[in-house]
């Protein structure tokens, strides 16, 4: 297939596709998905070899929010049968981390509802970053805490963290139909604090809110612009008591089509295997481990995941690696642009290239069939962080 073709030929060069050609993948049927995946694994393995970095989430304080994101359960309103808790202690949050590195997490994910950190919760979340740090030799830590005000971002990287995580979610087009307590503009506004601080910057989207395809490649194409480290792709996990408990628009092969996309939109860095890979993509979750390069291990902030020990067969059946704490996950030349002072990732020279502003329609026939409600896929977590139960990883 000629566009294929073109889009590894691209990938390899670090070139952006056009808007054209991203909307094409997506409208791919299902009969081509294999040559997709192939044609994505090509530039992935260019970038990445076989290996899979493995992150794990450790949830700081739960439920509770006062942002009605209405993809989330911890939203102002939910409904939803969570987990709810105030803030670990330092040591809770080391524990609970040393469970993630002992499963084989070189990254470890600090996340707290709400719209962003106190200076005060700044003073814990630092606290508890050089407990971890401390207890865990080598190992990387993330914080995503929401918005950051002026200096939070610099006072985290001064405590040790390595990266800050706040993704846009969904096109700004189309982001004030699902939040309306915060702006696209605030989102996109800490990912560049983090960047200026030195922090890599990691920030992604989640797919199956009833979005349009120019959605998704609008947001793609807004991520490749503010250039982070690590986009991690999340499906939709339609929790009862949510205003999306109802939308299930992804088959196994949509999820994977749009991995694909974000690999060949953005081939260098660090895509990551997110929330709701156990719900949508299912059996076929192997075939993801050609287009993303990392995961994560074990639950997420509210629901449960697959079995670490799965996650770990899994990739060693598919034929991949664990990335071991002693390899630089990002290609030399995105390390060498931060080392330079220009940003976390690749921006000075990346091969950004420019598109076409206009999408597209949405080929509705490249969808076979309704997707089904699996909600039997969709389970709380009751474990880990918040509990007395051991975590799972």
């Known amino acids: 297939m000629d566009l294929l ?60 929010c006062p942002e009605d994101c209405s993809y989330c359960s911890q939203r102002l309103g939910s409904k939803a049968d969570i987990l709810k808790y105030t803030w670990l202690k330092p040591e809770e949050a080391s524990k609970a981390a040393a469970a993630g590195v002992a499963g084989g997490a070189k990254r470890v994910c600090l996340v707290a509802s709400g719209r962003g950190p106190t200076d005060r919760d ?29 200096g939070q971002a610099e006072r985290l990287r001064t405590a040790g963290a390595d990266a800050y995580n706040h993704n846009l979610n969904t096109s700004e087009g189309t982001y004030g139909d699902i939040t309306t307590t915060h702006t696209y503009a605030d989102r996109v506004d800490t990912v560049q604090k983090a960047h200026s601080a030195g922090l890599s910057a990691c920030s992604g989207l989640i797919a199956g809110m009833g979005e349009s395809d120019e959605d998704l490649v609008d947001v793609v194409f807004a991520l490749r612009e503010l250039d982070p480290d690590s986009v991690p792709v999340n499906f939709l996990i339609p929790f009862e008591g949510t205003p999306l408990a109802k939308e299930w628009h992804l088959t196994p092969q949509r999820a994977l089509r749009i991995l694909a996309m974000v690999r060949f939109v953005c081939p260098d860095v660090e895509v990551r295997l997110a929330g709701g890979r156990e719900v949508h993509l299912r059996t076929l979750q192997p075939l993801a481990l050609h287009l993303a390069n990392s995961i994560f291990l074990g639950d997420y902030l509210t629901s449960e995941g697959q079995a670490g020990k799965a996650d770990l067969e899994m990739i060693a059946d598919a034929g991949f690696e664990v990335e ?31 598109g076409d502003v206009c999408g597209t329609p949405a080929d509705a ?9 699996r909600t039997d896929l969709v389970a709380v977590r009751r474990r880990g962080a918040g509990t007395d139960l051991a975590p799972n990883a």
């Open 5 to 64: 073709n073109t889009l590894v030929d691209k990938g390899l060069r670090r070139e952006l596709p056009t808007r054209e050609e991203a909307l094409a993948v997506l409208a791919t049927s299902d009969d081509e998905l294999l040559d997709v995946v192939a044609a994505a694994g090509k530039v992935r393995r260019h970038w990445f070899g076989r290996r899979v970095k493995l992150n794990y989430l450790v949830n700081l304080k739960s439920g509770l």
């Open 122 to 150: 700044i003073d814990r979340v630092s606290k508890t970053i050089e407990a971890i740090k401390e207890d865990n030799e080598g190992v990387e830590v993330c914080a995503c805490l929401g918005l950051l005000s002026e």
């Open 324 to 354: 071991g704490a002693g390899s630089t996950t990002l290609p030399e030349h995105r390390v060498d642009a931060a080392a330079q002072g220009c940003g976390s990732g690749g921006g000075c020279g990346s091969g950004s290239g420019s």
């Open 365 to 373: 026939a490249a969808e076979s069939a309704v997707p089904e409600a």
